[in-house]
């Protein structure tokens, strides 16, 4: 039903986003056609490209809603990071690590493919980069309380490294290709990947 209140080619824009996700939670992001799509929310298929300069955009739309759900979830599960001191900041890496897993395998299809699109410059991109960048901050904020004499330069450094480290161990994990391997076990290996990269840090 069309709420006359907001323009309509904002409700279009979140229709649009909304089934693509639920699209992509069912099918992967391969599963993602225009014309489906626009039969799904009611409109014709050149509509999609009224309020998104090309599918692409609407992918990203969908990948950063993704990473805004993960942020959100993150803040109500672990709270706002408070500094104080080293071990409180190792205890907040596990908490991460940890956080980070669970949300993974909860949404394991929209998940697994958030970081296989190309990146070409676009402002859909630099939107997207702006909700990983957020992402990358609560990495951030424990390294600086961790390794206080470092810059900001080296902290963004070392917070894309554990990142992709993490994010490795993660996804190998979940999609099988080094065997099944028990949530609870791949639970086990975070965490020891962060305890050994982050006393080498502190070292």
Not at 55 to 60: H, P, V
Not at 73 to 101: N, W
Not at 153 to 174: D, E, N, P
Request: net charge neutral.
């Amino acid at each position: 039903m069309v709420n006359e209140s907001r323009p309509r080619a904002e409700q279009l824009r979140e229709a649009l986003v909304a089934a693509a996700a639920h699209t992509v939670e069912a099918h992967g992001f391969p599963g993602l056609k225009a014309r489906e799509l626009a039969a799904e929310v009611g409109c014709a298929v050149g509509s999609i490209y009224n309020v998104f300069p090309d599918f692409d955009a609407l992918i990203l739309a969908v990948k950063a809603q993704a990473l805004d759900r993960w942020q959100r979830e993150l803040i109500e599960e672990l709270g706002p990071f408070v500094p104080a001191g080293p071990d409180a900041a190792a205890k907040r890496f596990e908490d991460l690590g940890r956080a980070y897993l669970d949300f993974a395998a909860r949404n394991w299809r929209m998940w697994s493919s958030m970081f296989e699109h190309k990146r070409s410059r676009s402002a859909a991109m630099d939107e997207y980069m702006l909700r990983l960048d957020a992402i990358l901050t609560n990495i951030e904020q424990p390294l600086g309380a961790l390794l206080p004499e470092a810059d900001g330069t080296t902290r963004r450094l070392l917070a894309r490294t554990l990142f992709a480290a993490v994010h490795g161990v993660v996804s190998l994990g979940l999609d099988g290709r080094l065997g099944e391997i028990p949530l609870a076990d791949l639970h086990d290996q975070v965490r020891g990947l962060l305890r050994a990269t982050l006393k080498g840090l502190r070292s």
